[in-house]
């Protein structure tokens, strides 16, 4: 079992920036961040390989996130710059076996989630 503890959601004003952080109780794979808005299925938003040899980001996000891990705290980041409406949504950590199983949302761990909301 992988317990993940994420922090650093919020309220920010557009344009604005957050940082998420989410620690795993072991070493793991693959982490990534999903992101649920009301009413939308839960979404992919960036992942990262172990070594950091394999990325990937949701189409909507590149160029103002970027996803990085600390491995000897099991940790994995999120930094989100030029924060818009449109990217509010409960951000849940989660963590795979494989990038493509992440990819595909086959995912082993899910955290507890954190809300990120973005004023207009």
């Known amino acids: 079992q992988v317990h993940l503890t994420e922090s650093g959601g919020g309220l920010v004003q557009s344009g604005g920036s957050l940082r998420l952080s989410c620690a795993a109780s072991?070493?793991?794979?693959?982490m990534g961040w999903f992101r649920q808005a009301p009413g939308k299925e839960r979404e992919i938003v960036a992942a990262l390989s172990y070594e950091g040899e394999f990325t990937h980001y949701a189409d909507s996000v590149k160029g103002r996130f970027t996803i990085s891990r600390n491995n000897a705290n099991n940790a994995v980041y999120l930094q989100m710059n030029s924060l818009k409406p449109e990217d509010t949504a409960v951000y849940y950590c989660?963590?795979?076996?494989?990038?493509?199983?992440?990819?595909?949302?086959?995912?082993?761990?899910w955290g507890q989630g954190t809300q990120v909301t973005v004023s207009s």
């Open positions: 989660a963590t795979a076996g494989r990038m493509a199983a992440m990819k595909n949302g086959e995912i082993d761990y």
């Open positions: 072991w070493s793991v794979y693959a």
